[in-house]
């Protein structure tokens, strides 16, 4: 299944604008997609926030490989 690395803190629409509208097309792999929020803010709120907006999992910048080659495999079975 394919995913996306969201960035929430984008300059024109924010990665919570773009993944709704991604949600609401009408192609049924775009309600399913994997969508990994990435930011620089590491806070416990936001990361709860971001999965409460329905993102698959979040990942504070500055990203570790390792951790983000886990996420990843765990995001794409």
């Given at each position: 299944?394919?995913?996306?690395?969201?960035?929430?803190?984008?300059?024109?629409?924010?990665?919570?604008?773009?993944?709704?509208?991604?949600?609401a097309?009408?192609?049924?792999?775009?309600?399913?997609?994997?969508?990994?929020?990435?930011?620089?803010?590491?806070?416990?709120?936001?990361?709860?926030?971001?999965?409460?907006?329905?993102?698959?999992?979040?990942?504070a910048?500055?990203?570790?490989?390792?951790?983000?080659?886990?996420?990843?495999?765990?995001?794409?079975?």
């Open positions: 299944m394919p995913g996306l690395l969201m960035d929430i803190q984008m300059p024109v629409t924010n990665g919570y604008k773009a993944m709704w509208e991604i949600r097309m009408d192609a049924p792999h775009c309600r399913d997609i994997s969508i990994l929020a990435m930011m620089a803010n590491a806070f416990e709120e936001v990361r709860r926030e971001t999965l409460a907006a329905k993102m698959n999992r979040h990942l910048k500055s990203i570790h490989l390792d951790t983000l080659l886990k996420t990843l495999s765990t995001l794409l079975k």
